[in-house]
């Protein structure tokens, strides 16, 4: 069974009389403790495939198999549920809340999961991303690739299955976009399933597979 | 736990927009502050008219003569009370502990140079513990001085003060109009009480002041003292009912006395300034809506400003009911600060008003607890609309607001 399988997706933008078809009829499928990449050119809909997986958007049509469940019929309580505990997302512009430190960043999808020993989980989550004395800085007193780092703590803190990640090291230079992947791949050696979405053919080609989209349709996924 | 990190949140962005939250907050410290200004006022007058009527006595009934006033104008004689009618009041009516005739008038009083235009009162011994009037230097007078109308006076201490200053009254002789009398006592003083003043007057036996003074045989009126625990309304009716068959009142024909009950009275007065205080709280309590739009108003500006927040807070799975907690309790902090706030200035405001007036406004706990409980409670109301546009919004579009 796939972790992650998708059919016929389609999702539509009309602005006035323009109509965009973001997706216009995806299928992939995504085994347990894949490493995938999301590749295309800009616009061509990759941002909005990654935002139906990790149930932050609904399609217009088209079936979302998690795990085997149809996430279709999910109220809104379940799908934050599935956003707290079973799927991270990494941003590309990194979403740390401001005037939070590092470890209280961390530490948020712990507290809404209502889990008690939140500060501890946090500490180790920051110690696996290489952040382990960094805890009580603030965003802003951090660089980007540290920004980066403690996104993904925050992705892994609550233990989740997937980790999506939208062009993660697209604001980062190469050498600190080399090591954000790295640590992907350490995490997707752990077992967890990896998707990540990048323009950089580098770093798609360290993924064990790759999926090309072009004006909302899959090219070929190998 | 959640609730404090949300709280810690919270109060970091308000102290980061110190001078919004301020301005957020301004319209509850003012409303709160004339809710509780206008509370302590109204409490501080409704206290000092209770002292006012418990310094008059309490028990009691006074009788006077013409019926009730209807449209300014009091029927009937003014000459029907009689000294007979007091004594039957105490011979045929129960729970009757003393009544106390008395004429009233004003006189000129001298002694040697000093002479003073103050209230005659012809009374009998009876008067001072009815009215509470207590006597500081020398005595009262006597049944045999009441009897014989002998020509001694009591001072009020206001009056003793005007006509001896520092010298000792008791034993001197003053002056009432053209008749000499010996003055025996100086009351002790009840303070001005507004719109009468107890310490300027003098008491003479009414006996006395009814032959040699003022040439009457009618009473200006009785004053009735029941004994501890009566039920004052019923024995006023019973008053009523013994004058009009005394006075031969046919049963068409109007009282022509009226009968005062003053534990109706106070509490007529009391519940008076109750509703005045109700009312005026009531109208401060409007400056409070006020304050709660303004909140509102912040709070819809904050839910815009951090919708980007509120994305990513989405995003790592924070329910729909996590962002309103959030959002209402930030709404709450901001009008219950301001509710603290607003209670140390009308705090402040009653202290001034007590400094620089003659009112003694009284903070009770109860309004303190009020107010407290009326700003979260407005925070609550008014943070709901900004917390729930918050909660409601939707995470993708969130998280692309730029
Ligand atoms: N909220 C939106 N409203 C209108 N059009 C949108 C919206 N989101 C995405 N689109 C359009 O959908 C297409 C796909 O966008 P996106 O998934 O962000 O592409 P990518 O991430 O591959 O660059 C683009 O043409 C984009 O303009
Ligand atoms: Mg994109």
Same mark, same amino acid.
């Given at each position: 069974?796939s972790m992650i399988e998708i059919r016929k997706l389609r999702k539509t ?7 965009v078809k973001a997706l216009d009829g995806v299928d992939v499928a995504i085994a347990?403790?894949d490493m995938a990449a999301i590749t295309g050119p800009s616009g061509s809909g990759k941002s909005t495939l990654m935002h139906i997986l990790g149930?932050?958007d609904?399609p217009?049509?088209g079936?979302y ?25 990494v941003?590309q ?31 180790? @989550? ?26 993904? @703590? ?8 997937i980790i999506l990640a939208d062009e993660p090291t697209g ?6 976009g080399?090591?954000?992947l @790295?640590?992907f791949q350490?995490?997707n050696?752990?077992?967890?399933t990896v998707i990540l979405v990048t323009h950089d053919e580098q770093v798609a080609a360290h993924c064990k597979r790759q999926v090309r989209i072009l004006d909302g349709k899959v090219l070929e996924a190998d | ?402």
């Open positions: 069974m933008y009309r602005m006035g009389e323009v109509i347990e403790g149930c932050l609904t217009d049509e079936e198999f998690l795990a085997g469940e149809n996430v279709a019929g999910l109220s809104k309580d379940k799908l934050a549920g599935i956003r707290n505990r079973r799927i991270g997302f941003f512009s990194f979403n740390l809340l401001p005037r939070l430190s590092a470890l209280e960043n961390v530490e948020l999808p712990l507290l809404y999961s209502g889990r008690a020993d939140a500060k501890e989980r946090a500490a180790t @989550a920051l110690r696996t991303v290489g952040l382990g004395d960094r805890t009580h800085h603030e965003p802003n007193q951090l660089s980007g690739g540290q920004r980066q780092r403690v996104a993904v @703590a925050r992705a892994i803190v609550t233990d989740p299955a604001n980062l230079d190469t050498k600190t080399q090591e954000i @790295a640590l350490a995490l050696e752990a077992g967890r | 736990m959640l609730f404090w990190t949300i709280f810690k949140v919270s109060i970091k962005s308000l102290i980061a927009n110190k001078l919004r939250s301020f301005l957020a907050m301004l319209g509850i410290i003012i409303g709160v502050a004339a809710v509780i200004s206008m509370l302590a006022l109204g409490t501080g007058a409704q206290q000092q008219i209770m002292d006012r009527f418990t310094a008059m006595g309490t028990n009691l009934l006074v009788v006077r003569p013409g019926g009730q006033r209807r449209g300014g104008v009091r029927s009937g004689s003014r000459q029907t009370l009689k000294l007979e009618d007091a004594a039957a009041i105490v011979e045929k009516i129960a729970g009757v502990d003393a009544v106390a005739p008395l004429v009233q008038g004003r006189a000129q009083v001298k002694y040697f140079n000093e002479n003073v235009n103050t209230s005659l009162i012809g009374a009998s011994g009876t008067y001072l513990p009815i009215r509470n009037f207590t006597v500081g230097k020398g005595r009262s007078f006597s049944e045999v001085e009441e009897e014989r109308s002998a020509r001694v006076a009591l001072l009020g201490s206001a009056t003793a003060e005007t006509l001896f200053h520092d010298q000792n009254p008791v034993g001197e002789v003053i002056h009432v109009g053209a008749v000499s009398f010996h003055v025996i006592g100086v009351l002790k003083s009840k303070g001005d009480q507004g719109w009468f003043n107890p310490d300027d007057m003098v008491i003479i036996p009414y006996t006395t002041a009814m032959k040699r003074i003022l040439g009457q045989d009618y009473l200006g009126e009785i004053d009735v003292q029941a004994a501890a625990g009566q039920d004052m309304t019923k024995m006023a009716e019973e008053v009523a009912s013994l004058l009009r068959v005394r006075h031969r009142l046919r049963q068409a024909d109007e009282d022509d006395f009226n009968v005062r009950n003053q534990a109706e009275m106070l509490e007529m007065v009391s519940s008076n300034t109750q509703t005045f205080t109700i009312l005026l709280a009531g109208i401060a309590s409007i400056s409070l809506v006020v304050g709660g739009i303004g909140i509102m108003n912040i709070m819809l500006v904050t839910v815009t400003e951090r919708t980007r927040e509120i994305g990513v807070r989405k995003a790592i799975g924070a329910r729909d009911r996590d962002i309103l907690g959030q959002f209402l309790l930030e709404a709450v902090l901001v009008s219950a600060l301001g509710g603290l706030l607003g209670i140390g200035l009308g705090y402040g405001v009653t202290r001034l008003v007590e400094r620089f007036t003659e009112y003694i406004p009284i903070v009770q706990a109860y309004a303190v607890f009020l107010s407290i409980a009326v700003s979260c409670s407005v925070g609550v109301v008014f943070g709901f609309l900004p917390a729930r546009r918050a909660a409601r919004l939707d995470p993708i579009v969130a998280l692309r607001y730029e």
